[in-house]
């Protein structure tokens, strides 16, 4: 039984979790959620929130009928509780103070994504770190609405920043991880009124070449494709724009040339055996990433890309047929409602 299917028999409530927007709090809750700031400043806090900001897009793209898709993304829950050791927690104490409201407005979304008749797509981040209590609140936030979703890097972060990040340390959490979400984070696909929506796996700034293949296949059923992914992909613009908000440190775009990533840390130093620590070694883009990328221009059917990571809105366009969105991150209060005609 996987993570969602728990959820479902047991009910939120049992596993501590609150979907403000979707039902009644519990007034109890079997598992302590060790909150780290006080629960009654936050509750005072939210009812002084600005509500949520649903910036619209409207994409032509050949649907059969119209529809509507809630873009959200960056989420950042954060919870620990007595299941998670010390050091968790602790962590879920300091990183919370920065992303305190992701919860509220993720329900906010959900809530209005009921009321619009909107589905609802996550492209990654959904929570902050890999813990029993955060699954637990992203099994139960998928079970309340249409989801279809892309992983974030965070998915598979254990302690943030601890350790390199790569395919062989997502394996100690890959299938607790999938358990939580409603479907395959490597590579999935989802056809709705004739469009062909297909999410694909970039925590790490690559594709693999198996992506591609599977790519292809997609591109063979003659629709027109949406792709879901987390990192936004490179175009000269969005790497200048990205530049200019790091101070030249790194881009945080999946697919940038090696001319580019070879200059980012300037002035940075770490000490040998950390040299993963570096943006210019965690962002290289390896040959499969820039040949896939290269041949996705290419194709005619892509129509749109949703991405988060960088946590501000923003347009850009990727290829003749195709517009990049990026969505601001969920903490901040702001989401995108896309309509596809």
Same mark, same amino acid.
């Given at each position: 039984?996987?993570? +969602?299917?728990? =959820?479902k028999?047991?009910?939120?409530?049992?596993?501590g979790?609150?979907?403000?927007?979707?039902?009644?709090?519990?007034?109890?809750t079997?598992?302590?959620?060790?909150?780290?700031t006080?629960?009654s400043?936050? #509750?005072?806090? =939210?009812?002084?929130?600005?509500?949520?900001?649903?910036?619209?897009i409207?994409?032509?793209?050949g649907?059969? /009928?119209?529809?509507?898709?809630? @873009?959200?993304?960056?989420?950042?829950?954060?919870?620990?509780?007595? +299941?998670?050791?010390?050091?968790?927690?602790?962590? &879920?104490?300091?990183?919370?103070?920065?992303?305190?409201y992701?919860?509220?407005?993720?329900?906010?979304?959900?809530?209005? #994504?009921r009321?619009k008749?909107?589905?609802?797509m996550?492209?990654?981040?959904?929570?902050?770190?890999?813990?029993e209590?955060n699954?637990d609140?992203?099994?139960a @936030?998928m079970?309340?609405a249409?989801?279809?979703?892309?992983a974030?890097?965070?998915?598979?972060?254990?302690?943030v920043g601890? #350790?390199k990040?790569?395919?062989?340390?997502?394996?100690?959490?890959?299938?607790?991880? %999938?358990?939580? *979400?409603?479907?395959?984070?490597f590579?999935a696909?989802r056809? =709705?009124?004739g469009?062909?929506?297909?999410?694909?796996d970039?925590?790490? *700034?690559?594709?693999?070449?198996r992506q @591609?293949?599977?790519?292809?296949?997609?591109?063979?059923?003659g629709?027109?494709v949406?792709?879901?992914c987390?990192?936004?992909?490179?175009?000269?613009?969005?790497?200048?724009? /990205?530049?200019s908000?790091?101070?030249?440190?790194?881009?945080?775009?999946t697919?940038v040339?090696?001319e580019?990533?070879?200059?980012?840390?300037?002035?940075?130093t770490?000490?040998?055996?950390?040299?993963?620590?570096?943006?210019?070694?965690?962002?290289?883009?390896d040959e499969?990433?820039?040949?896939f990328?290269a041949?996705?221009k290419e %194709?005619? %059917?892509?129509?749109?890309?949703?991405?988060?990571?960088c946590?501000?809105?923003? /347009?850009?366009?990727?290829?003749p047929?195709?517009?990049?969105? &990026?969505?601001?991150?969920?903490?901040?209060?702001?989401? %995108?409602a896309?309509?596809?005609?």
């Amino acid at each position: 039984m996987d993570r +969602r299917d728990f =959820i479902k028999v047991s009910g939120a409530a049992a596993a501590g979790i609150a979907l403000t927007g979707c039902g009644p709090r519990p007034e109890k809750t079997a598992v302590p959620v060790l909150t780290p700031t006080d629960p009654s400043r936050i #509750a005072r806090d =939210i009812e002084a929130l600005p509500p949520l900001y649903v910036k619209e897009i409207h994409v032509r793209v050949g649907a059969s /009928e119209p529809f509507g898709v809630l @873009h959200v993304s960056d989420t950042h829950i954060v919870r620990a509780d007595d +299941r998670d050791d010390e050091r968790k927690i602790a962590l &879920a104490s300091h990183r919370v103070r920065s992303m305190t409201y992701g919860e509220h407005y993720l329900d906010e979304a959900i809530r209005y #994504a009921r009321d619009k008749g909107l589905y609802m797509m996550h492209t990654g981040d959904l929570y902050d770190f890999v813990s029993e209590a955060n699954l637990d609140s992203c099994a139960a @936030h998928m079970l309340a609405a249409d989801w279809f979703v892309c992983a974030g890097n965070h998915e598979y972060s254990k302690y943030v920043g601890e #350790a390199k990040e790569d395919e062989a340390y997502k394996e100690s959490s890959r299938e607790a991880v %999938q358990g939580a *979400y409603p479907n395959n984070l490597f590579f999935a696909s989802r056809i =709705i009124n004739g469009v062909n929506f297909v999410a694909l796996d970039d925590v790490y *700034y690559n594709f693999t070449e198996r992506q @591609h293949a599977l790519m292809e296949e997609e591109m063979k059923k003659g629709l027109p494709v949406v792709m879901l992914c987390h990192v936004p992909l490179y175009t000269p613009q969005a790497l200048a724009d /990205e530049l200019s908000f790091t101070n030249g440190n790194c881009g945080y775009l999946t697919g940038v040339p090696e001319e580019f990533t070879s200059k980012y840390d300037p002035g940075v130093t770490y000490p040998a055996g950390q040299e993963w620590r570096y943006r210019k070694v965690q962002q290289h883009s390896d040959e499969p990433t820039l040949e896939f990328l290269a041949w996705l221009k290419e %194709q005619p %059917q892509l129509k749109a890309i949703l991405c988060g990571h960088c946590h501000r809105f923003y /347009e850009e366009r990727f290829s003749p047929t195709a517009m990049l969105y &990026a969505v601001d991150a969920t903490y901040h209060g702001g989401v %995108q409602a896309v309509y596809f005609e």
